[in-house]
């Protein structure tokens, strides 16, 4: 599917949104679970150590595989907590299990922030993002809040993998100096590299 550009982003946002909602839980669980896989097969996912994820909620791509691939492959995880929902912060906080991320934030699971598993940005290897459509070109359109836009502005983009289903992936979407690309998109049918 092809959005032409001059549909605004929150029209963008609304049809996919749309989109997603409407497809079979069963068979984007399956799709999610072959994206686990391809993640999994990534050499920076091999070489990472410490990586970031977010925890998926309703029809997004589900990360709980992927939380559980990097607990056996001993690494270090980390997921998105907001901290401010007014300014749009966020902060990675350390997980040891899925059971610790047990409090709702604006319908987010979250963990509650312990200062003590605090994750610095520096440290981490690997960022896995969500986003509601993607442009070929490493552009996402999200919930429109700018959480990860903000987050990640000091993070080289390619240690960004953007999480997606193929129907999420078109050739562009409309991006400001302010939206922050992904390096690479991960979608059920494929691995799109991206080059910023």
């Not at 799709?31 to 909620?57: D, F, G, H, P």
Request: aromatic fraction near 10%; charged fraction near 25%.
């Amino acid at each position: 599917m092809n959005v032409c550009l001059n549909l605004s982003k929150k029209q963008i946002r609304a049809e996919f949104l749309s989109l997603r909602n409407a497809q079979d839980l069963k068979k984007l669980q399956s799709y999610s679970m072959e994206i686990a896989y391809r993640v999994r097969e990534l050499s920076i996912y091999k070489r990472a150590k410490a990586i970031m994820l977010y925890l998926s909620c309703g029809s997004e791509v589900s990360t709980d595989f992927l939380v559980n691939f990097a607990f056996y492959d001993k690494k270090e995880v980390s997921v998105a907590s907001i901290t401010d929902i007014k300014s749009s912060k966020m902060q990675a906080v350390r997980i040891f299990s899925l059971s610790d991320a047990n409090q709702l934030v604006c319908g987010v699971r979250q963990p509650k922030a312990n200062k003590n598993d605090l994750v610095s940005k520096e440290s981490i290897d690997l960022v896995l993002v969500p986003g509601i459509v993607f442009s070929e070109c490493g552009y996402r359109v999200g919930y429109g809040k700018g959480f990860y836009d903000r987050w990640l502005q000091d993070i080289d983009c390619a240690k960004i993998i953007g999480l997606a289903y193929d129907f999420q992936v078109i050739k562009e979407v409309p991006n400001s100096k302010y939206d922050w690309p992904v390096g690479c998109i991960v979608t059920e049918k494929r691995i799109i590299k991206v080059k910023n």
